[in-house]
């Protein structure tokens, strides 16, 4: 790369690097049978119209070749607290392995595979590619659709059935009590008669 200063080191300036708003997104693509994904953190829109995005992602990923023929990618943002997306996908699977196929998702417009566990996702069409002098490779992409993943709501659910089943256990606690000793006390005294020498 020609420039007329040399590049600054990562160390002396990340201090302020840091101050750039990221969060962790997994960028997703498929193309026929093959479907790749990835951790990224190098997200930014770039154009308002068209919506555009820009997605830089490490080189030697093996979604490159899949974003590259079916043109298309998805976006998913993924919660602060979704480690285990997070740690699936910290590399792209190796090239044939189809890690969707052990996890709940949906496919977006473009054929994009999304996670049901992501909070939302952008589905972009590729229009540019820049291979860069740096470890990173850049995509812009024109959003064509956008949405929320609706998560299903299971807790609420479950707290309702439990209360039941315990209010249940509660009534038949109350009324054993009072059945029994009567019963009890009855037999009893009903034997102790038969006893009676006569």
């Not at 997070?86 to 996670?115: E, K, Y």
Request: glycine letters at 6%; proline letters at 7%.
């Amino acid at each position: 790369m020609q420039t007329d200063r040399p590049a600054a080191n990562r160390d002396s300036v990340e201090h302020v690097l840091n101050l750039v708003p990221a969060t962790t997104f997994l960028l997703s693509s498929a193309y026929g049978e093959l479907r790749s994904a990835v951790v990224v953190k190098c997200v930014q829109q770039v154009a308002m119209h068209p919506p555009m995005m820009l997605v830089a992602m490490e080189k030697g990923q093996s979604l490159s070749p899949v974003i590259r023929d079916s043109r298309n990618f998805a976006i998913c943002v993924l919660a602060h607290d979704d480690r285990a997306t997070r740690m699936m996908f910290a590399t792209a699977p190796d090239q044939g392995v189809d890690a969707f196929l052990t996890i709940p998702h949906l496919i977006v417009p473009g054929g994009s595979p999304v996670p049901m566990r992501a909070l939302g996702y952008i589905a972009c069409e590729l229009v540019r590619h820049l291979d860069i002098e740096a470890d990173y490779e850049v995509y812009i992409g024109m959003v064509h659709h956008a949405g929320l993943v609706e998560q299903p709501k299971t807790k609420v659910a479950r707290r309702g059935v439990s209360r039941v089943h315990s209010h249940g256990w509660a009534r038949i606690a109350k009324r054993s009590p009072s059945t029994e000793k009567p019963n009890g006390t009855g037999r009893a005294r009903a034997s102790s008669k038969v006893r009676r020498p006569s």
